[in-house]
């Protein structure tokens, strides 16, 4: 870091699962001077925690964006919109480029998605190419990352991650919502549909990847997979994630998961297509119904626990994400699912989420 001990770290997106645990792991390993930035100030309970500098980083201001970068070494972008947000996506990542090249930054870590190759299978390098249909976020992903390309240079090495599926404690999309389902009892075990590839990374591992990048200083422009050191299956990730979180054994199922998702998809559809665009009616008629409007809670509260079309497809693909790029250069990640599950359990355990 040329001399430099502890780096400057503006790390966007702080307020969030995976940039939250960024700012706090590198504040707590003394590596880094952290500049936790969050959108807005009301995201900033998790990381206000510890006395690290917090300041306000909206992606999509430049003003709030030339404040937050001024006089930082480092810049790991977590930041990203609600659902497929492409503006922010894109936007965003352009904005603090441009910001971070102004200002003096060295290295920028930008955190992308696997979610770039669409439908692809079979084992994937960081140069396979994208197949059939890439979603709205997987789109601005890849165009974020071309930003990226454009922006890199001796004075600013950019370095992209690809993340598999990041789990662990505080995960709201690969940790919580499977305690959720699997406390009620109602999940069943998924069979033949569950031999899929579970491409899994610990959130610290992330952690420690992005500050291999850093240190590492590999060039102008990487891109890397950020994947686990194991590819569990579904079935064994949802299994031992159950069986370590002390609940019953799954049931066996008796339907077929991809037929019984099938016929549950209208009912799905039409929930989503009246919320959509008659919400007032549906709320109107439900709080003059009391019963009705139980039924509805349930009813919802109920298929948010049952998989849905995208959970079956995902839990029945066959790929596998290589890391072989990231071990060449040096990078090796530690945390297998048995490790990152038993660290995830304790904390479950001491949120009152498990017994």
Known sequence: MGGVTRPVVLVTGAGGFIGGWMAEALYLSGWAKVRAGVGRWSSA???????????????MDRVSVNDAVAGADVVIHCAR????????TECGARYLLDSAARAGV??????????????ATGLLTEDSPPVGMVTAYGAGKRRA??????????????SVIRPTLVYGPFSEQWTLPFIARLATGKWRKLGPGGEGKCNLVYVGDLVRMAQFL??????????????????????????????????????????????????NAPIRGLGKHLMAHHRDLVLGVANRAPDLKDLLRRLEADMRLRPN???????????????DRAKAAGFSPATDMHRGLALTVDWARGMGLAN
């Open 45 to 59: 309970a998790r990381i206000a925690r510890f006395p690290m500098d917090i300041v306000q980083c909206d992606v």
């Open 81 to 88: 919109g609600r659902g497929d947000d492409s503006p922010v």
């Open 106 to 119: 060295r290295h920028f870590i930008y955190l992308s998605s696997v979610a770039v190759y669409g439908e």
């Open 145 to 158: 990352e071309a930003i990226c390309e454009q922006f890199a240079s001796e004075r600013l090495s950019v």
């Open 214 to 263: 850093v240190e590492a200083d590999l060039g102008p422009m990487n891109v890397f997979h950020g994947n686990g050191p194991d590819t569990p299956t579904w079935n064994e990730y949802i299994e031992t994630f159950n069986e370590m979180l002390g609940f019953p054994p799954l049931e066996e199922t008796r339907y077929d998961l991809r037929l019984t998702t099938a016929l």
């Open 309 to 323: 079309q995208d959970d079956v497809v995902r839990f029945a693909t066959d790929v596998t994400y290589s890391m």
